[in-house]
T-cell receptor
Framework: GAVVSQHPSWVICKSGTSVKIECRSL??????MFWYRQFPKQSLMLMAT?????????EQGVEKDKFLINHASLTLSTLTVTSAHPEDSSFYIC?????????????FGSGTRLTVV | QQQVKQSPQSLIVQKGGISIINCAYE??????FPWYQQFPGKGPALLIA?????SEKKEGRFTISFNKSAKQFSLHIMDSQPGDSATYFC??????????FGTGTRLKVLA
């Protein structure tokens, strides 16, 4: 149980365009989802926390207008990188959990490698 | 106070040996301490986790040792195998709040 699917696994986009990454909980209802960014050989950097039906909470220094997060249902959250630039190239990972079940262990998706050219 | 310090940064172990990774925290309010394993190009996968009311938890070859008074916890991988070669992250959280991750340890197990 507790499977999180992330799509796409990799994407290449042109500078100035937008790209959307999907994160789905396949076998549970995710009341909370987290979005992370990871640079090579570095730890996970939390970008934002999203709770179903409410606005995402962004970490300090993360541009909310550039990284749009939507958590419209209990099984789907999306991250849209708007007007992407080469410096946005990174590995993006989501994680999800159901806080109503008191489950502390969040499940991570498989990640999305974004390359902006 | 929100940091979790992880060491070593990298570790090389012979096949069959014991791999030990350590983490230390400051915030005594943390009450959940998971360890994640990450292979290149993949998302982290939960290995094992512990709460502060126990001093040790074992699952197969993986053991967490927890020292509440020292505010430290460690991951022991017994009989390390080449397939264990990955990056390991410790984390800490308070309740169901966001994780605070360590900086990661790159483990290489030599065949």
């Amino acid at each position: 149980g507790a499977v999180v699917s992330q799509h796409p696994s990799w994407v290449i986009c042109k500078s100035g365009t937008s790209v959307k990454i999907e994160c789905r909980s396949l076998d549970f209802q995710a009341t909370t989802m987290f979005w992370y960014r990871q640079f090579p050989k570095q730890s996970l950097m939390l970008m934002a926390t999203s709770n179903e039906g409410s606005k995402a909470t962004y970490e300090q220094g993360v541009e909310k207008d550039k990284f749009l997060i939507n958590h419209a249902s209990l099984t789907l959250s999306t991250l849209t990188v708007t007007s992407a630039h080469p410096e946005d190239s990174s590995f993006y990972i989501c994680s999800a959990g159901n806080l109503d079940r008191g489950v502390y262990g969040y499940t991570f998706g498989s990640g999305t490698r974004l390359t902006v050219v | 106070q929100q940091q979790v310090k992880q060491s070593p940064q990298s570790l090389i172990v012979q096949k069959g040996g014991i791999s030990i990774i350590n983490c230390a925290y400051e915030n005594t309010a943390f009450d959940y301490f998971p360890w994640y394993q990450q292979f290149p190009g993949k998302g982290p996968a939960l290995l094992i986790a512990i709460r502060p009311d126990v001093s040790e938890k074992k699952e197969g070859r993986f053991t967490i040792s927890f020292n509440k008074s020292a505010k430290q916890f460690s991951l022991h991988i017994m009989d390390s195998q080449p397939g264990d070669s990955a990056t390991y992250f410790c984390a800490a959280s308070k309740g169901t709040y966001k994780y605070i991750f360590g900086t990661g340890t790159r483990l290489k197990v030599l065949a």
